[in-house]
C-alpha cells in the first residue's frame, strides 16, 4: 500500500508540472517522455510552492486540499487541448546497435531503482540537513521556522517539501520509500538528456551519450545507491534542463521557451545555494542572448528568478533563519596549483567519474578546432561552474585541500549532465565526417 | 600525422575505452544486485538501520527507549555522525551538539533536560555535581568493547 503511495505522490508531481507545462506551447510537438521529463521538476517545484504558501497563508496541509487545485487544472487543460495532441506517441525503429545500447539503459534504471528502495536514508546530508527537514515539517504538520533555526541549515526548502509531499501522502515517515521520489531526477535526467541531445545530433549519439552519462558510478550513487537522498543529483537535473530550455529559446526565439527558461533558472537557487551562481550565469547568458537577437522586449523577464529566488532571501530574513556559513574570505592566489591539482584530481578519479573530464577537455579542444558554436557555448555553462569553485576554493577559510576533498565530487555531478552533452557533440561531429570518408 | 589527427584518435580511444569500462560496470552493477538483494531482503525496520549505523543506531534505540519525547539534550560528544543521526531519528526532541564539556560553561543550559555522552569521551565526573542539580535525569552511555552500558542517574 505505502508503495502504491509513493507511486501515486510521483504521479501527481509529474501530472502537476505536466499541466503547467500545458499553459506554453513549447513542448507541444515534443515527445511525451520529454515533456513528463521536464513535468517532473517543475512539479516538484510547483508543490513545495503550494505548500509553502498554505503554510504562510495558515492552511492546513490535507491531501485533498493539495491535490484538489492541480485535479482542477489538469481538467482545465484536457478541456483546452485534444487529448490526441497531449499524449502524442510515435514509434521510433533502432537498429540493432541502438537496441543494445537501449537495453543497458533499460538495465541501468532497473538497477538503480531497485537501489533506491533496498536500504532506508544513509547519506550523511540526507538525514543531517535534506529529509531532517520533511521530518520536521511532516512531524510538526507546517514549516517550523524555530525547528528550521535548530537544524542550522541555510539551504532552501524546495528539496525538504518534496519530501514533506511524499510523506504527507504516505500518512507516515518513511525514509526508504521516499527514495524514489529522488530516484526520479536520474529517470528524468535521463528523458530529457536524451531529447535534448538527440536535437543537437542524432538518435545513435544521444543513446550513447545518455547510456555514458547514466553509467556514472557518482550518478548512481546519488540515483539510487548510498547517496540517494541528497540535492546533488535534482541540482544537475535542473541545470541541464535549464541548458536544455535555453537550446529550446535558441531555437524557436519566443516568449514561452524564455519564460519557461528563466522560471527553471530561478529554481536553481532554491534546490541548493550552490545553484545561486548558476542562476546569476543563466540571467546574464540569457541578456546577451536576448541582445543578439534582438528581443529585447524580453528583458523584463529576467525578473522572474529575482522574484523567485527573492522571496526565499524575504522568508529568511522575517523568521531569522540562518544565513550562508561565512567561510569566504579574500581570494588567495598563492592557493591556486593546490587548487588546480586537487580539482584535476578528481577529474583523474576513474572509479566515480569514467573518462567524463577527460573526455570533456578533449571535446572542447575539438569544438574550438571545429568552431562550433553551440557547443562552445554549452562548455561555458560548464566552465563558468569550475570558475565559480576555483574561486571558492581560492577564498575559502578552511584548510582548501580538504575542502576540495569533502564537496568536489558533489560538486562537479551538478555540472556532469552538462558536460556530457558537451562530449556527444564532437563524438556526432567526428563520427559523421568519418563515415563521410569512408564512403 | 598532424596534430589534429591525434586529438581526433585520442578522443575516440577516450570514448571507446569508456563505452567498454560502461558496459563491464554495468554488468558487474547488475551482477552485484542479487547478493545485495538477499543481504537486505526481509530484515526489520531496526535491523535494517544498525547494519547501516551499527553502534550509533544502538545508541538512538537506548536514548529513544529512556528519553521522553520532545525533550531538550545536550549530546556531548566528538561523534558528529552519531550527533546528527540521533538528531534526525529523535526528533522532535531537540538537541544541542557539544564537543567537549567544558563548553557546558558558555551554554545557558536552564531548558536542557537530558545530557547524553557519547562513548565515552572525557569523563563528566568534575562537572556532574552542578549539573545534575539542574537536571532531572542525565545519561551518561559507556562503550565497553562492544557491549554498552547505561548509568542512569537520578537526581
Known amino acids: 500500500m505505502s508503495i502504491l503511495n509513493i507511486l501515486l505522490s510521483a504521479t501527481l508531481l509529474f501530472g502537476a508540472g505536466f499541466s503547467f507545462l500545458q499553459l506554453f506551447s513549447v513542448f507541444r510537438k515534443s515527445s511525451i517522455i520529454e515533456i513528463l521529463s521536464i513535468s517532473y521538476g517543475i512539479g516538484v517545484a510547483l508543490i513545495s510552492f503550494q505548500l509553502l504558501i498554505y503554510d504562510l497563508l495558515g492552511i492546513k496541509w490535507n491531501i485533498a486540499w493539495i491535490i484538489l487545485p492541480w485535479i482542477l487544472v489538469f481538467a482545465f487543460v484536457l478541456y483546452k487541448v485534444p487529448f490526441k495532441k497531449l499524449f502524442s506517441f510515435s514509434i521510433v525503429k533502432f537498429d540493432a546497435f541502438e537496441k543494445i545500447v537501449l537495453l543497458l539503459i533499460i538495465l541501468l534504471l532497473c538497477y538503480v531503482?531497485?537501489?533506491?528502495?533496498?536500504?532506508?536514508?544513509?547519506?550523511?546530508?540526507?538525514?543531517?540537513t535534506w529529509l531532517f527537514k520533511s521530518t520536521i515539517f511532516f512531524t510538526d504538520g507546517k514549516i517550523n521556522t524555530n525547528a528550521l533555526n535548530f537544524t542550522g541549515s541555510e539551504y532552501p526548502l524546495l528539496i525538504g517539501l518534496m519530501g514533506t509531499f511524499g510523506y504527507l501522502m504516505l500518512g507516515h515517515i518513511d525514509d526508504k520509500l521516499i527514495l524514489i521520489l529522488f530516484y526520479l531526477f536520474y529517470v528524468c535526467l535521463a528523458g530529457i538528456f536524451y531529447y535534448t541531445c538527440k536535437e543537437l545530433t542524432n538518435k545513435k549519439t544521444a543513446l550513447i551519450s545518455t547510456f555514458l552519462l547514466l553509467s556514472l558510478q557518482n550518478l548512481i550513487r546519488h540515483g539510487g545507491?548510498?547517496?540517494?537522498?541528497?540535492?546533488?543529483?535534482?541540482?544537475?537535473?535542473?541545470?541541464?534542463?535549464?541548458?536544455?530550455?535555453?537550446?529550446?529559446?535558441?531555437?524557436?526565439?519566443?516568449?514561452?521557451?524564455?519564460?519557461?527558461?528563466?522560471?527553471?533558472?530561478?529554481?536553481?537557487?532554491?534546490?541548493?545555494?550552490?545553484?545561486?551562481?548558476?542562476?546569476?550565469?543563466?540571467?546574464?547568458?540569457?541578456?546577451?542572448?536576448?541582445?543578439?537577437?534582438?528581443?529585447?522586449?524580453?528583458?523584463?523577464?529576467?525578473?522572474?528568478?529575482?522574484?523567485?529566488?527573492?522571496?526565499?532571501?524575504?522568508?529568511?530574513?522575517?523568521f531569522h533563519m540562518p544565513g550562508a556559513p561565512k567561510f569566504i574570505q579574500n581570494p588567495e592566489f598563492n592557493r591556486t596549483i593546490t587548487v588546480i591539482l586537487g580539482i584535476s584530481k578528481e577529474f583523474l578519479n576513474l572509479e566515480n567519474w569514467n573518462l567524463l573530464?577527460?573526455?570533456f577537455f578533449l571535446s572542447l579542444i575539438i569544438l574550438l578546432i571545429k568552431k562550433h558554436k553551440i557547443g562552445l557555448i554549452i562548455s561555458l555553462f560548464v566552465i563558468s561552474q569550475l570558475l565559480v569553485y576555483y574561486y571558492v576554493f581560492l577564498s575559502t577559510s578552511l584548510d582548501p585541500l580538504a575542502h576540495i576533498n569533502n564537496v568536489i565530487d558533489r560538486l562537479l555531478l551538478h555540472i556532469a549532465p552538462v558536460a556530457m552533452l558537451v562530449v556527444s557533440i564532437p563524438l556526432y561531429l567526428l563520427s559523421k565526417s568519418y563515415k563521410n570518408t569512408k564512403l | 600525422?598532424?596534430?589534429?589527427?591525434?586529438?581526433?584518435?585520442?578522443?575516440?580511444?577516450?570514448?571507446?575505452?569508456?563505452?567498454?569500462?560502461?558496459?563491464?560496470?554495468?554488468?558487474?552493477?547488475?551482477?552485484?544486485i542479487i547478493p545485495e538483494e538477499k543481504e537486505w531482503h526481509g530484515l526489520s525496520y531496526d535491523q535494517e538501520r544498525f547494519k547501516l549505523f551499527g553502534n550509533d543506531y544502538a545508541l538512538i534505540k537506548l536514548m529513544k527507549k529512556y528519553i521522553a519525547n520532545k525533550s531538550y539534550i545536550i549530546f556531548i560528544s566528538k561523534d558528529g555522525e552519531a550527533f546528527y543521526l540521533s538528531r534526525y531519528y529523535l526528533y522532535p526532541s531537540n538537541m544541542l551538539f557539544v564537543q567537549s564539556?567544558?563548553?557546558?560553561?558558555?551554554?545557558?543550559?536552564?531548558?536542557?533536560?537530558?545530557?547524553?555522552?557519547?562513548?565515552?569521551?572525557?569523563?563528566?565526573?568534575?562537572?556532574?555535581?552542578?549539573?545534575?542539580?539542574?537536571?532531572?535525569?542525565?545519561?551518561?552511555?559507556?562503550?565497553?568493547?562492544?557491549s554498552k552500558e547505561i548509568l542512569r542517574l537520578k537526581k
Open chain 1, 113 to 128: 531503482g531497485l537501489e533506491s528502495i533496498l536500504r532506508p536514508l544513509s547519506a550523511w546530508d540526507g538525514w543531517a
Open chain 1, 225 to 318: 545507491r548510498y547517496d540517494a537522498g541528497m540535492a546533488d543529483l535534482a541540482l544537475g537535473y535542473y541545470y541541464f534542463v535549464c541548458c536544455s530550455l535555453f537550446l529550446k529559446f535558441i531555437k524557436f526565439k519566443n516568449k514561452n521557451s524564455f519564460v519557461l527558461f528563466m522560471f527553471m533558472t530561478g529554481l536553481l537557487g532554491l534546490v541548493k545555494d550552490d545553484g545561486i551562481p548558476m542562476t546569476l550565469f543563466l540571467c546574464i547568458v540569457g541578456a546577451v542572448s536576448l541582445y543578439s537577437i534582438k528581443k529585447l522586449s524580453y528583458l523584463w523577464m529576467l525578473s522572474f528568478p529575482i522574484i523567485i529566488l527573492g522571496q526565499w532571501e524575504l522568508f529568511k530574513l522575517v
Open chain 1, 357 to 359: 573530464w577527460i573526455g
Open chain 2, 1 to 32: 600525422m598532424n596534430l589534429k589527427k591525434y586529438i581526433y584518435l585520442c578522443f575516440f580511444a577516450c570514448i571507446g575505452l569508456w563505452f567498454l569500462l560502461s558496459i563491464a560496470r554495468t554488468a558487474f552493477d547488475f551482477v552485484r
Open chain 2, 101 to 146: 564539556p567544558i563548553d557546558l560553561r558558555n551554554i545557558n543550559t536552564k531548558k536542557y533536560s537530558t545530557i547524553v555522552e557519547y562513548p565515552n569521551i572525557v569523563s563528566l565526573k568534575p562537572y556532574l555535581g552542578a549539573l545534575v542539580n539542574n537536571y532531572s535525569i542525565a545519561y551518561r552511555l559507556q562503550a565497553k568493547g562492544n
